[in-house]
């Protein structure tokens, strides 16, 4: 459909900001990466000093020029959005101005909040969804939209996995 946007996630699909979370969680002494309640006192943590989401998003790296894809689709005015996923109010000010002042990054972006889903802020409504969360697909699709996996360390792209946002490049 004309109207259908294409969503990307953020962490994990564009900068590699979730190694970089998960290595400041883990300096901390939260090191256990499979434990929720480590995840709830890591974000906490956030609350309290904020400059942690500084150092997560501004020295996260592009994932397989990820940032450079966006904004050559940007050019050729594709049709797309980053749908993304925030823990603190702090983080979602440190997204927005990274991904304007310095990736240079002028898609709409949608937020959600803790204890929402994607396919919650966003009706998918066949719309196609890119995210390195599993889960996140599987809801999505299950709600009515497309949705590929996005991992960075597959050797090429598979019928529902995806190694990098290049193939949007080449879609009409
Ligand atoms: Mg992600």
Redesign the pocket.
């Known amino acids: 459909m004309m109207n259908d946007y294409t969503f990307i996630?953020f962490?994990?699909?564009v900068l590699d900001s979730?190694e970089k979370m998960l290595e400041r969680k883990y300096n901390l002494g939260f090191r256990d990466h499979n434990n929720k309640t480590e995840f709830d006192a890591y974000f906490e943590y956030t609350t309290l000093h904020p400059e942690e989401w500084d150092y997560i998003i501004r020295e996260a790296c592009s994932i397989n020029d990820s940032v450079e894809i966006i904004r050559n689709l940007e050019m050729l005015k594709k049709k797309i959005a980053i749908l993304t996923k925030i823990h603190t109010l702090y983080e979602m000010k440190v997204k927005i101005e990274d991904l304007r002042l310095h990736r240079n990054i002028q898609c709409p972006v949608f937020f959600v909040p803790p204890g929402i889903k994607k396919h919650q802020i966003v009706i998918p409504n066949n719309q196609l969804l890119i995210?390195?969360?599993t889960k996140n697909i599987d809801g999505w699709i299950a709600n009515g939209g497309r949705g590929f996996v996005f991992d960075s360390s597959l050797s090429e792209d598979t019928d529902t996995k995806v190694k990098s946002l290049e193939f949007l490049l080449k879609r009409d």
């Open positions: 996630d962490d994990g699909v979730e995210d390195d969360s």
